[in-house]
């Protein structure tokens, strides 16, 4: 069967998202392996959304992250605004509360966050001549007076899920047939953003424009979420239009695809509409990291995911393009 046709038979009315166990990742055993490909193409093809486990990032880098995303967010307003993400090219540092918004049809995302991208540890050693093009821009940090260890601590968590994600991209190539370093010259630079979370707990009236973060696709190749535990808030939408709810999972990060393997793929792989919907009384915290090809990479479709009766859906544009496209239509609005 052809790539098209099995991306024809996928099931999207999925009822809930699965789980992946990624501990034969890095096998040599190609049953072990070849099984586990199979897995994600299916998760790809059908729901678009899987966890993992055995994910090999040790807790102590989340537990670090998570720590100083709460003494980030709880930083005087002022503090946090020296540092607002609308004064800097591609929208680097902090999102005030409603400042984005996700869905249009919504009246912003009842979040507050804190994004940044690729940098290296210590900064001497950076190599990683970076060809960002439209999304070039330096982080912006919180001082370290305010904050001491903050820049080192999330950059640890961001390093360990940056190397996950480069480990899935041979994955994702196997699923799409491809031979297996088929992204390799594609994502040299690390085009990754993480975003550091907060939603505050909705109490009182709500408003059904208002929910934590409206219900859109991701933008990159795909999404490594962590999401705090013991609070549902994420849900992802099937083909029947019904909401799925993907609680945290205690061991396991989620995993998503957003639009640029939609793109590679011609909608084989589905970019799945999700949202966030924090009503559970008490503050949440989540952590995105948004893993693209490198900026000044083409998406363009896989051939074999392209045939007369699935013909080419969209128009060529740089992976870079199409980010600061949507960066700036969720915070422009
Ligand atoms: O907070 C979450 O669980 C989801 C966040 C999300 O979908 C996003 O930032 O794109
Ligand atoms: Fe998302």
Request: hydrophobic share 40%; glycine share 6%.
């Given at each position: 069967?052809?790539?098209?046709?099995?991306?024809?038979?996928?099931?999207?009315?999925?009822?809930?998202?699965?789980?992946?166990?990624?501990?034969?990742?890095?096998?040599?055993?190609?049953?072990?392996?070849?099984?586990?490909?199979?897995?994600?193409?299916?998760?790809?093809?059908?729901?678009?959304?899987?966890?993992?486990?055995?994910?090999?990032?040790?807790?102590?880098?989340?537990?670090?992250?998570?720590?100083?995303?709460?003494?980030?967010?709880?930083?005087?307003?002022?503090?946090?605004?020296?540092?607002?993400?609308?004064?800097t090219p591609n929208f680097k540092g902090?999102?005030?509360?409603?400042?984005?918004?996700?869905?249009?049809?919504?009246?912003?995302?009842?979040?507050?966050?804190?994004?940044?991208g690729?940098?290296?540890?210590?900064?001497?050693?950076?190599?990683?001549?970076?060809?960002d093009?439209v999304m070039a821009g330096a982080n912006v940090?919180?001082?370290?007076?305010?904050?001491?260890?903050?820049?080192?601590?999330?950059?640890?968590?961001?390093?360990?899920?940056?190397?996950?994600?480069?480990?899935?991209?041979?994955?994702?190539?196997?699923?799409?047939?491809?031979?297996?370093?088929?992204?390799?010259?594609?994502?040299?630079?690390?085009?990754?953003?993480?975003?550091?979370?907060?939603?505050?707990?909705?109490?009182?009236?709500?408003?059904?424009?208002?929910?934590?973060?409206?219900?859109?696709?991701?933008?990159?190749?795909?999404?490594?979420?962590?999401?705090?535990?013991?609070?549902?808030?994420?849900?992802?939408?099937?083909?029947?239009?019904?909401?799925?709810?993907?609680?945290?999972?205690?061991?396991?990060?989620?995993?998503?695809?957003?639009?640029?393997?939609?793109?590679?793929?011609?909608?084989?792989?589905?970019?799945?509409?999700?949202?966030?919907?924090?009503?559970?009384?008490?503050?949440?915290?989540?952590?995105?990291?948004?893993?693209?090809?490198?900026?000044?990479?083409?998406?363009?479709?896989?051939?074999?995911?392209?045939?007369?009766?699935?013909?080419?859906?969209?128009?060529?544009?740089?992976?870079?393009?199409?980010?600061?496209?949507?960066?700036?239509?969720?915070?422009?609005?």
């Open positions: 069967m052809s790539l098209v046709d099995v991306g024809n038979v996928a099931d999207t009315f999925f009822q809930q998202v699965p789980i992946i166990d990624l501990f034969n990742i890095e096998s040599k055993d190609a049953t072990l392996r070849k099984e586990l490909v199979d897995k994600v193409r299916h998760a790809c093809m059908s729901v678009g959304f899987f966890y993992v486990k055995n994910h090999g990032i040790p807790e102590e880098y989340i537990d670090g992250a998570l720590s100083f995303a709460k003494k980030f967010f709880s930083l005087s307003t002022e503090s946090k605004m020296m540092i607002e993400n609308k004064k902090y999102s005030p509360l409603l400042s984005g918004n996700n869905n249009p049809e919504n009246a912003g995302d009842l979040q507050e966050g804190f994004e940044f690729w940098e290296v540890l210590n900064k001497s050693e950076d190599s990683n001549a970076t060809e093009g940090w919180p001082s370290e007076e305010d904050i001491p260890g903050f820049r080192d601590n999330v950059l640890k968590y961001y390093h360990a899920t940056v190397k996950l994600g480069k480990s899935m991209f041979p994955l994702f190539a196997l699923a799409l047939n491809q031979r297996e370093n088929f992204f390799e010259d594609k994502t040299r630079h690390s085009a990754a953003l993480m975003k550091l979370l907060h939603y505050p707990p909705q109490s009182g009236t709500v408003d059904d424009r208002v929910i934590g973060i409206g219900a859109h696709t991701d933008w990159e190749c795909f999404t490594i979420l962590w999401q705090q535990p013991g609070i549902q808030a994420l849900q992802v939408l099937n083909a029947e239009k019904n909401w799925i709810n993907a609680p945290p999972i205690p061991g396991t990060l989620v995993i998503n695809l957003g639009d640029q393997f939609a793109r590679w793929t011609n909608d084989i792989f589905k970019s799945t509409v999700h949202r966030a919907i924090n009503r559970s009384g008490v503050e949440r915290y989540s952590i995105p990291l948004f893993f693209g090809t490198d900026y000044n990479v083409k998406l363009e479709p896989i051939p074999s995911c392209v045939s007369p009766e699935h013909p080419l859906k969209y128009e060529v544009v740089t992976a870079g393009d199409y980010v600061q496209a949507r960066l700036k239509a969720t915070f422009n609005h």
